[in-house]
């Protein structure tokens, strides 16, 4: 099927690693103009030489610093001409309960996985009405729909994603950028090599022991992979999707149980 995304420029933000590389990968798969960010040049180096795409360039951008964005934007559209597609996937996992979360911590996670995405928006949206359209994308973790006592810094921040992708779509629609998130959860990366499960059965069992308890929750019965999410970020970038706005689609083998 051909995704009509041959030509696009598409900006992911933490795309050197996990899902974001994965991504950039797919996307270039397609005949995207990659340009990846991370906060390292070192890591962003070895994420192009993975993607081994003529058509990929990276760029050093804090997300959490709105000058670097807007210095992002900029400097993507100069080596570009345009920014058709945007995924922001900067951010990480922040695992603790209330007493082991500090006020540091959530701050720093709101600003960036709200903050950034926020800023992100605003700098890039005048572009895209200007050019008749784009895709704004925002991967957004399980305990945005399925709070967990163990992620509480996580939970409020994944949920005020959603809200943002909401309110975003219903602003933005009419200019036919289209806004809509992808909601993994129970994919295998380098996120995940690191997280243990808060079931308190399984505290100090091997990530193996703990890995096959995740993948029996699963209806599946699997873990994901990046690719997994990346599939369906091409499609929602892709003219396939042009009746998709404002939607959280669930990439998780059946493993949430919110209907919302």
């Known amino acids: 099927m051909d995704l009509g995304l041959s030509g696009k420029t598409a900006l992911i933000t ?29 890591k962003i180096d070895a994420a192009l030489k993975q993607l081994n795409s003529a058509g ?8 959490c610093k709105p000058a670097d964005i807007a210095a992002l934007i900029d400097d993507v559209t100069k080596t570009f001409g345009a920014i058709d597609i945007v995924v922001s996937n900067a951010g990480t996992h922040l695992a603790g309960r209330l007493e082991e979360t500090t006020t540091d911590d959530l701050v720093r996670h709101f600003h960036t996985k709200v903050v950034g995405p926020w800023e992100l928006a605003r700098r890039v949206a005048p572009q895209m009405r200007k050019q008749g359209g784009g895709r704004f994308i925002v991967i957004i973790g399980q305990v945005g729909k399925v709070p967990q006592a163990n992620a509480i810094a996580s939970a409020i921040t994944n949920a005020a994603q959603h809200a943002f992708v909401k309110s975003l779509s219903d602003e933005l629609a009419p200019d036919k950028i289209l806004v809509n998130a992808v909601c993994p959860s129970r994919i295998k990366s380098p996120l995940t090599d690191g997280l243990k499960l808060h079931n308190e059965i399984y505290l100090g069992r091997s990530l193996e022991q703990q890995e096959s308890k995740w993948g029996a929750e699963v209806p599946l019965g699997r873990w994901g992979v990046p690719d997994d999410i990346a599939d369906a970020v091409a499609f929602l970038a892709s003219a396939r999707a042009e009746f998709i706005c404002g939607a959280n689609i669930d990439v998780d083998g059946g493993h949430q149980r919110s209907i919302f």
């Open 14 to 42: 933490g795309g050197t690693s996990g899902i974001g590389l994965a991504i950039a990968r797919r996307l270039a798969e397609e005949g995207c103009r990659i340009a990846i960010c991370g906060r390292q040049r070192m």
């Open 56 to 63: 990929a360039k990276g760029f050093v951008a804090d997300v």
